[in-house]
T-cell receptor, first 114, second 109 residues
């Protein structure tokens, strides 16, 4: 089966600019996750969707980050305005059951904010 | 909130030596998952443990889940250069999966 697709692979922006990341999960996977991975740390959950509804966004900095999954398939994560500390890899993952099985991660988007 | 700690942060071993990484949660877990991330890559799911005291093996890898379901370990027997990467545990409590900080394994040929 095709994996989790993410784009772009790399992005460099200046602070205070905006950026968007796109994710297409594995076909049929109802649950989609966005994780932030800062260099040298483990992935940190930003938001979890079940179909097109938000299950958990408790760690999403809502003053600057937003995410949507309008048709319950692909998803977009946006940062506006970006800060230097947002430099990280943004990983999208999907699973067939919420909490039931392991997650399949995409290759991620490496964001550098200068 | 839930915290998942992993030790050691780094481990260098000679090829053929054994390796163990330990994971501890501040709360009781419903299950624990293990992932491997190669340098420059993304996390890849290895295994999930659910039952108290559960032990699972995958070739040279042995995974254990503690009796209290708050700790876990991953042991690799006779490491190979292909084992290089960062190993993460991820503990599930309620609906959220929290990743540990990982153990970065270097295998010297």
């Amino acid at each position: 089966e095709a994996g989790v697709a993410q784009s772009p692979r790399y992005k460099i922006i200046e602070k205070r600019q905006s950026v968007a990341f796109w994710c297409n999960p594995i076909s049929g996977h109802a649950t989609l996750y966005w994780y932030q991975q800062i260099l040298g740390q483990g992935p940190k959950l930003l938001i979890q969707f079940q179909n097109n509804g938000v299950v958990d966004d408790s760690q999403l900095p809502k003053d600057r980050f937003s995410a949507e999954r309008l048709k319950g398939v692909d998803s977009t994560l946006k940062i506006q305005p970006a800060k230097l500390e947002d430099s990280a890899v943004y990983l999208c993952a999907s699973s067939s059951m919420a909490g039931g099985h392991g997650y399949t991660f995409g290759s991620g988007t490496r964001l550098t904010v200068v | 909130g839930q915290q998942v700690m992993q030790i050691p942060q780094y481990q260098h071993v000679q090829e053929g030596e054994d390796f163990t990484t330990y994971c501890n949660s501040s709360t009781t877990l419903s299950n624990i998952q293990w992932y491997k991330q190669r340098p420059g890559g993304h996390p890849v799911f290895l295994i999930q443990l659910v039952k108290s005291g559960e032990v699972k093996k995958q070739k040279r890898l042995t995974f254990q889940f503690g009796e209290a379901k708050k700790n876990s370990s991953l042991h690799i027997t006779a490491t190979q250069t292909t084992d290089v990467g960062t190993y993460f545990c991820a503990g599930r409590s309620a609906r959220q999966l929290t990743f540990g900080s990982g153990t970065q394994l270097t295998v010297l040929p």
